[in-house]
Structures are given as C-alpha cells and as structure tokens.
C-alpha cells in the first residue's frame, strides 16, 4: 500500500476515504443506550406507578449523524482522521436497521437495543495500480439495561439505569485487478462496554414532554470512555403511539493494538413508539 511521489498522496486521501465510510457503521453509532432506548413514550408523560401492570414498548427510530474523530480499522493502513457529515456517510448506505424493545412493571424494567449497520463505498484513487477499491462495513450493536424509577410524580419521571453494549465491527477492503494483482484486507473487532446513567421525562402538557438522558461507560473495560446525551421534546399521538424529535451526541474512544475507533457522532434523531 505505500507509493512513492504522486501516488502516496492518493494513497492517503484513499485511506481517510475508506476510514470514513468504516465510521457511519457505529452511528455508534453508534453507544449502549442508543436514541430508541429514550424515545419510548407510549406510558404518555409519564407512567404513574399505582395502576402499572407489565408495558412494553417497540421503537423504530432513525439518527442522521455526523462524525468527527479518527479511526484505523484496517491491519497495515494507518489511522486517519475524519470530519465527514451525515449526508457523506447517506451515499455510501447499503442498509440501516435500528429498533428499540423494553419490558417495563412498576419501578424497574429492562430494555434493548438492536441495530445493524452496512455500507459499502468505491473508490479509483490507486488506478491504473489497483482497478478500484471497495470498502465494504458492517456493524452490529447489542445493547441491555437494567432501569429504576427513583422520582415519578404522575407528570414527571427520572430513571437510573446500569448496563451492557456489545459492538461488533466487520471491515473489508477489495482492491480490484490492475498493474498489480487483486488484494483484500480484511479486519473486525468485537468488545463489550459497561455504561451507567439516568434519564427523565418532564410533562409539558397533555400531550407534549420534554425527554433527555446522559449516560457514560467503557471505564477503560471495553472502550476508554463511551458517552451519550441526547435532549428532545415528545408528542402522544394516541394512547399507544407517541413521537419523539431532538438532538444526539455520542463519543467512544476504543483501541486495541492496531484498531483505533475514536469518534464523536451527533446530528437529529427521531422515532416512532408502539406501546401496548
């Protein structure tokens, strides 16, 4: 992979190019309490702890981020730093899926997050030595918590949670035939996170609330650090739909001998809750 004159230039802007699209598989991007473990609303403002029976929730949800920081997932291409925006990351999407579960009785509950990441972004900046390159990124996110209602007042509600993110992130680079033979290098790397944090929901009135949380982890077991915050305001729609727009920020610092994932993500996030 190393040219000399002309070619390392192309050679560099071909790696940030491919450290770039490795980052939109974490809209991790992407974190243990994801943006669908805050946006179930469907218990309306909030719960009241004297009538709960069980309440279950499914969310969908969507977060069109950004990404700063600097990554090096690939064994033998350096790290590179990465400011790219989330309609950068857009084009190189194959496939994003993001759901939200929880099971919810009185004070504690439990909740899960699942998402499932992959893109793919092509590239001809080693032509005529290589034909193209094609990265190809998929990431998985497993996240589960544990949660505790320690303030509910009928209108307002603040939740302590402690819990678990596993991150599993795939990378392959093709290089196709050109001057030189065809080429694939290939790299992944799984590790678990601990987070804590808390959560809360202020009423605003009969259909409107406030929601937001921060949360951190890592501690140095899995990633450095991992940190989450996110604020937004929530619209019940109906009694088992609800609605929740705002904005997400999400830093994880993780190494582990050549693999480098240091990244900050935040831009709008929003889903749709089903309570029943």
């Known amino acids: 992979m190393h040219r000399n004159s002309s070619s390392s230039s192309n050679s560099g802007a071909s790696r940030r190019r491919f450290s770039s699209t490795l980052l939109v598989s974490l809209p991790a991007l992407v974190t243990l309490l994801t943006f669908a473990s805050q946006v ?100 998985f996110v497993l996240s589960a918590v544990g ?13 302590l949670s402690g819990g678990a993110r596993l991150w599993a992130v795939d990378t392959e680079l093709k290089l196709k035939r050109g001057l030189l033979p065809q080429r694939k290098i290939k790299g992944d790397k799984t590790w678990v996170d601990p987070v804590v944090g808390v959560s809360g929901i202020l009423g605003l009135g009969p259909k409107t609330f406030l929601r937001g949380w921060g949360f951190v982890g890592g501690f140095g077991v899995g990633s450095e650090l991992t940190a989450d915050v996110f604020a937004g305001l929530g619209y019940r729609i109906t009694d088992s739909l609800s609605s929740t727009l705002g904005y997400r920020w999400v830093k994880v610092d993780y190494e582990s001998n050549d693999f480098l994932y240091d990244v900050r993500q935040h831009g709008i996030a929003t889903g749709l809750t089903f309570t029943f």
Do not use: C, H, N
């Open 40 to 139: 179930q609303s469907g218990d309306q403002v909030s719960s009241g702890l004297a009538d709960e029976g069980w309440k279950f929730s499914v969310s969908p949800y969507l977060w069109a981020a950004g990404i700063k920081g600097k990554t090096g997932t690939l064994p033998g291409l350096p790290a590179a730093d990465m400011d790219e925006s989330f309609s950068d990351i857009f084009d190189d999407l194959r496939f994003a899926g993001m759901l939200f579960y929880s099971a919810r009785k009185g004070k504690f509950g439990i909740s899960g997050d699942l998402e499932y990441i992959e893109t793919v972004a092509k590239d001809d900046a080693l032509v005529p030595l290589f034909g193209g390159e094609e990265v190809t990124s998929k990431s």
């Open 147 to 159: 949660e505790y209602i320690a303030y509910d007042d009928g209108r307002s509600t603040l939740r």
